[in-house]
């Protein structure tokens, strides 16, 4: 191996007072002209010169033929293993080897270290087991550290029942300490256990910190008990920096980071110093908080100790602005990260990450990437390309991925589980399911993750039936995200039976009291229109949280059940459980349905008053559909003018439909404005306002909005209803012929129109909203896709089970009334979820009463 030139020539670094030698000179050890060489070698090796003494070392065998002794080589070595300069310490090995010397004891000691952390223990165990009776305890507590810190514990515990037994030394603290790492994971900590009942006995506990602060992590990583881990640390006689910095880390690591923080006060208290790693990891604790009033006081300290050059802390700050974000997002992270004088990998990828969970900042953190491997030159790692992926799902930008992603081919790490997880969720996001799929594939050692990213992308890609067989794959190890992810797809279908069916599968899996799986079982069955499933899973739970209730209050506003929602809403205060955002929209929607006015103002009014929860567009929205739902139409315009923002599209579709309700024409051509203003592409204004000109009869406005869509190329989304018969979804359109059952389905259907005219039903020709004649017009209306889907259920579905149907949009006036009679004739309970609720027909009734 080639040493670098160094800045100093090696005769420059020699003491100048040696004499010149003569090659007959002899060579001897106890040559006075050795020691000088010996003393600078030695001082320059303390000073972590290691290069400059390797020179004097080869400028006193090569020019003055002069051998080191063992005590030189042996401060050398040292010295490299200090510094870890490991590729210069197998240098030195390499000159012990040619200069035939007698390794003693201390010397093969610290070469056993040397090789162990530099990760080589093959070597490292080559020599121990080449120094026969040359061993010593140092030998074994090296060789012990060596398989514990390298990922090989059970041989650490084999080596140390083996001295025991056949080595003839009795552990002692270092040895203790590497015995006890190799039991910091679950499989070995009970063996850990039996250890520190040994330590006890010895009295190593009460001798050494580094005995303690074993012990400390054989708690909390062997058991994750740190309560345990706290009394030790009590219980040490004597810490030191590393000790508080140790428990410090760990309370972090385990989400314990109140815990951490406080320790830290009690550090300084105590007298020591916190250095880079403390710092690092209180700073931490802060962003988890959300502490940003903490960690700007950890930013001082971090100034104030000379710190703030460090890459390490400078992650840390990047990570804790980023989190704690007040103002402006990433402001002061990106501040910090521009004060930093060096940049590598780590303080990249924070930056990265930072932009990405910031929220709409995917365009900069790609951007910062396009920086890093141009202007900084660093490659990206793993964790770089998780988070980059991330971003373009973000984006939806499939095409950024696809180049970001042949990146991560050609750096190899494309099959790394976090980059190829990240992956899969990029392509599902942006809809390529099939891209997802092939990443999937080429993953070498799936996860759990793995399996959850690609079902979750086949939910959230409408394509339930593929995410069903990916679950059957691997059944075994599910947990509760991908249980969660597959009752989303059960309430999206509005397939209860495959809901009922992971219902089952969840509770022999143990996931039945899962805060999470509830949760997603309360929304599949409301969202099913079994709420009373919904509400006997809810009343169930031990635990809940805001997503519980929020959740059961939503299940209820959503089929009507105002009072219920209200009276669960005050439950949920009453248990001291602060509503948030989403709540209150379940609040507001539930007295929206219900037609209480005063009480959706009153609730909208305490929102901000007595919660500080600051209205947004959504809250605005449900107000005035609350007005424009009870015919109010002016306050609704008055509420819109009042608002501190400026209304979107979605605020003015919420009154144009009100107006289509109320047949307001005026103010319906007002509302289709400001929506077409602010969104040139959204059909739901012209359809809407073509329905309220078609319900006034005014055919040539209708024809001509009809024409202004065709050339903007605004697609009308077909109306259509499903419902699910023996596990499976049967879906109808307007006069639909292509189930296999349509002769059977069509013959109950004519039945059922003269059964339910005989009850009193007449078609309500007005909600055709096409130029025919009367008779044309019955006949559409019977054809609707939701009778088609009612008609099939009383053929294919038990009678004792409710009829569950599902639409797309809105369900029509003359359907609405029809099932109705429906329920009467045919004594069977009716459940149509269309787009905006849930509608009960029982016993000629409805449980929207009519308001809707």
């Given amino acids: 191996m080639a040493l670098p030139i160094l800045s100093h020539s090696p005769a420059n670094l020699l003491p100048k007072s040696i004499p010149t030698r003569r090659s007959d000179d002899n060579k001897?050890?106890?040559?006075?002209?050795?020691?000088?060489f010996k003393d600078r070698l030695i001082s320059l090796s303390n000073a972590g010169q290691i290069r400059q003494a390797i020179s004097v070392l080869d400028l006193m065998t090569q020019q003055h033929r002069l051998t080191p002794d063992l005590t030189t080589f042996s401060v050398l070595l040292k010295s490299c293993i200090r510094t870890r300069n490991f590729e210069l310490g197998k240098l030195l090995h390499s000159k012990l080897n040619h200069s035939q010397i007698k390794l003693d004891t201390i010397l093969l000691n610290s070469l056993i270290t040397l090789y162990s952390k530099s990760g080589d223990w093959v070597t490292a165990k080559t020599i121990f087991d080449s120094m026969g009776h040359l061993r010593d305890l140092v030998s074994w507590s090296a060789i012990i550290s060596c398989f514990a810190h390298n990922g090989m514990e059970s041989q650490a515990l084999l080596t140390f029942v083996e001295m025991l037994m056949h080595g003839g030394e009795f552990p002692n603290q270092f040895c203790f300490s590497a015995a006890i790492q190799a039991c910091c994971n679950r499989d070995n900590a009970p063996t850990g256990e039996a250890i520190f009942g040994f330590v006890i006995k010895t009295g190593y506990f009460e001798s050494d910190v580094c005995v303690g602060c074993a012990l400390i992590d054989l708690f909390a990583k062997g058991f994750h008990d740190l309560e345990s881990a706290r009394k030790v640390f009590d219980k040490m006689p004597h810490r030191n920096s590393v000790t508080w910095t140790l428990l410090i880390t760990r309370y972090a690591q385990l989400g314990h980071h109140e815990d951490g923080i406080k320790l830290f006060p009690g550090m300084l208290l105590c007298g020591f110093m916190p250095d880079r790693f403390t710092l690092s990891g209180v700073v931490s604790?802060?962003?988890?908080?959300?502490?940003?009033?903490?960690?700007?006081?950890?930013?001082?300290?971090?100034?104030?100790?000379?710190?703030?050059?460090?890459?390490?802390?400078?992650?840390?700050?990047?990570?804790?602005?980023?989190?704690?974000?007040?103002?402006?997002?990433?402001?002061?992270?990106?501040?910090?990260?521009?004060?930093?004088?060096?940049?590598?990998?780590?303080?990249?990828?924070?930056?990265i990450t930072g932009y990405v969970q910031s929220g709409g900042l995917d365009t900069t953190a790609i951007e910062h990437y396009c920086k890093m491997i141009t202007q900084g030159d660093v490659l990206p790692n793993h964790f770089t390309y998780s988070s980059l992926f991330k971003a373009c799902g973000g984006l939806s930008d499939v095409e950024i991925g696809k180049q970001i992603h042949n990146h991560a081919v050609k750096s190899g790490l494309v099959s790394v589980n976090c980059v190829g997880n990240s992956l899969i969720s990029m392509y599902a996001r942006s809809g390529s399911m099939e891209d997802a799929q092939k990443a999937f594939e080429i993953l070498l050692d799936k996860n759990l993750i793995s399996y959850n990213a690609i079902v979750d992308g086949y939910v959230k890609n409408t394509s339930s039936d593929e995410a069903f067989k990916m679950f059957n794959k691997f059944e075994a190890g599910v947990d509760s995200f991908t249980f969660a992810s597959l009752l989303s797809a059960a309430a999206s279908l509005g397939a209860v039976g495959k809901g009922e069916e992971m219902h089952a599968r969840l509770v022999k899996s143990g996931f039945g009291s899962n805060q999470r799986v509830c949760n997603a079982l309360i929304s599949m069955y409301s969202r099913c229109g079994d709420i009373e499933a919904a509400a006997r899973v809810f009343n169930k739970m031990e635990q809940r949280n805001i997503i519980s209730w929020t959740s059961i209050i939503t299940g209820f506003a959503k089929h009507g059940l105002a009072k219920s929602a209200l009276k669960v809403f005050d439950q949920m205060l009453q248990a001291g459980v602060k509503p948030n955002e989403v709540t209150y929209i379940a609040v507001l929607s539930a007295c929206s349905h219900a037609g209480m006015v005063n009480e959706g103002l009153q609730h909208f009014s305490l929102m901000r008053s007595e919660h500080k929860i600051t209205p947004k567009m959504e809250h605005y929205a449900c107000v005035v559909d609350l007005f424009g739902r009870s015919g109010s139409l002016e306050k609704a315009v008055d509420f819109i003018d009042s608002m501190p923002f400026k209304a979107d599209a979605l605020v003015w579709r919420t009154l144009l439909g009100a107006c289509q309700v109320h047949g307001n024409t005026e103010l319906g051509r007002l509302s289709a404005k400001m929506i077409t203003d602010l969104d040139p592409d959204d059909p739901s204004a012209y359809i809407l306002l073509s329905n309220l000109y078609a319900s006034k009869g005014e055919w040539e406005k209708v024809v001509k909005?009809?024409?202004?869509?065709?050339e903007r190329n605004l697609i009308k989304e077909a109306g259509c209803s499903w419902i699910e018969s023996e596990n499976q979804a049967h879906k109808f359109y307007v006069g639909d012929t292509c189930h296999p059952r349509a002769h059977e389905i069509y013959k109950e259907l004519d039945q059922l129109v003269t059964d339910i005219r005989e009850l009193g039903y007449v078609p309500d020709t007005d909600f055709v909203l096409h130029e025919l004649d009367k008779k044309e017009k019955e006949r559409y209306l019977v054809q609707h896709s939701e009778k088609i889907a009612v008609a099939f259920g009383l053929i294919s579905v038990s009678k004792t089970k409710p009829i569950r149907v599902f639409k797309n949009l809105r369900v029509c006036g003359d359907c609405h009334s029809a099932m109705k009679y429906i329920s009467v004739a045919r004594g069977r309970e009716i459940v149509v979820r269309d787009s905006n609720r849930f509608h009960h027909f029982k016993n000629g009734s409805c449980s929207c009463n009519d308001y809707w």
């Avoid at 000379?306 to 390490?312: E, P």
Wanted: glycine share 4%.
């Fill in 705 to 710: 909005l009809r024409r202004t869509m065709k």
């Fill in 285 to 351: 604790a802060c962003a988890e908080l959300g502490l940003i009033s903490v960690g700007k006081q950890m930013h001082s300290w971090v100034i104030k100790s000379g710190l703030c050059m460090d890459v390490c802390i400078g992650c840390s700050l990047v990570d804790m602005y980023a989190k704690c974000a007040t103002n402006e997002p990433m402001e002061d992270a990106r501040k910090v990260f521009q004060r930093m004088p060096n940049h590598n990998v780590m303080s990249w990828t924070a930056i």
């Fill in 28 to 36: 001897t050890l106890k040559n006075p002209n050795f020691e000088p």
